[in-house]
Structure formats: C-alpha cells, structure tokens
C-alpha cells in the first residue's frame, strides 16, 4: 500500500519557469490537500479537493494552480515560479478531516 | 482571522513528562489536532479532540477547552526518539485545516 506519494522529491527551477508537483493516492480517499511549509510559519494550506472536478483556495493561492480529474490524483502548477515559492510541499489525503496522510514532500527552490 | 499559538522549542529529559500548550482564536471549531513530524520528514496523526477533556493514548494524551481557546499535548516516559516537532492544528470549518508554527522537542539523555 504505498499511501500518497509525491514527485520529485527535489526540484530547482529558475524564476519563471512552470512545473508541477505531482501527487497520487491509492486509499481512494475524497479529500486532497496541499501544504507548504516554511521556517517558523509551519504548514499553510495552498488548495484543497474534497472530490473528483471540485477544487478550492486554501491561505496562499496565489501562485497556484490545481484540478482534480480523478479521485487519485492532485498535481499542482505553478505556472511563473518566483523566490517567494521556495518552500517544501507536502500533498495530503484522507477519507475525513479527521486523519490527514501526507506524502513524504517536495523540496522546491526558486533561483 | 485565525491564530494558533504554541511554543516555539522545548526541551526535555528522557523519561521525564513534557506538556506542550496550543491556543487558538479561530472564526469556527470543527476540532483540534496535534501531528508530529520528524526533521526532514512529513507529519504524521498523533490524536484528534472534538469535545473537551482528556484523550489519551499510550504515552501520548491531549487535551481540550473549547472555552478557553486551549489545548495540550502530554508525552510521559520520553524517549530520545520523541525529539521532534509537534505542530497544532485546528478546523475551523468544514475542509480546512489551520496549523500553528509548531514545537521544536529536544529530548536529552
């Protein structure tokens, strides 16, 4: 069973440049989430997806972009990168708010 | 708006107890968590509090005041590997998880 598992695992992009975070889980779970995490700021929610074609914004959309075409899967774009978005992402599902699984992270810097 | 406030480091003996506080001031209550997360690794579920008083489970208990805006983690019997951050969190709503900052533990022999 491996959970929610996120790629890359590191990336380095140049400002301006766009990618996407991908994630993916397999407990067929409604809800999706994404999180960044910075020093002393802790885990601010980015977007979330409580099912296949429904998405919102969470604290700090802006920079982001996200859809849900399947239960499995959650990626997230950045379409411009800036330095302001070098952060670790961690991907998050769970069948209720109650339990949260995250993916084991993505670190991101912006040059 | 929403605020979590936890402290920032803590440290501890092994075998010792520890309490780590969480106050919150946010605009609903859909419950109250705490997660713990390793250095370089994701946060994993520690326990969840809907209504007030005491859970426990194993060395790990929380607690809730819905009145009071509080709540603390308590680790008894620490052990070196419970050095690590243990992050707060509140639903306000339906969907929406807030964290606090997080408590760096420091467990030392």
């Known amino acids: 069973n491996a959970g929610v598992t996120q790629t890359p695992k590191f990336q380095v992009l140049k400002t301006g440049q766009s990618m996407t975070l991908q994630c993916a889980q397999d407990?067929?779970?409604?809800?999706m989430s994404w999180y960044r995490q910075d020093p002393g700021m802790g885990l601010r929610l980015i977007h979330y997806s409580v099912g296949a074609g429904i998405t919102d914004q969470g604290e700090v959309p802006n920079g982001y972009n996200v859809s849900r075409s399947t239960t499995e899967d959650f990626p997230l774009r950045l379409l411009s990168a800036a330095p302001s978005q070098t952060s670790v992402y961690f991907c998050?599902?769970?069948?209720?708010?109650?339990?949260?699984?995250f993916g084991s992270g993505t670190q991101l810097s912006v040059l | 708006g929403q605020n979590i406030d936890q402290p920032t480091e803590m440290t501890a003996t092994e075998g010792a107890i520890v309490q780590i506080n969480c106050t919150y001031q946010t605009s609903g209550f859909n419950g109250l968590f705490w997660y713990q997360q390793h250095a370089g690794e994701a946060p994993t579920f520690l326990s969840y509090n809907v209504l007030d008083g005491l859970e426990e489970k194993g060395r790990f208990s929380s607690f809730l005041s819905r009145s009071k805006g509080y709540s603390y983690l308590l680790l008894k019997e620490l052990q070196m590997k419970d050095s690590a951050s243990y992050l707060c969190?509140?639903?306000?709503?339906?969907?929406?998880?807030?964290f606090g900052a997080g408590t760096r533990l420091a467990v030392h022999p």
């Open positions: 407990m067929n779970h409604e809800y």
């Open positions: 998050a599902s769970s069948s209720s708010l109650e339990k949260l699984f």
């Open positions: 969190a509140v639903s306000p709503w339906d969907n929406k998880l807030i």
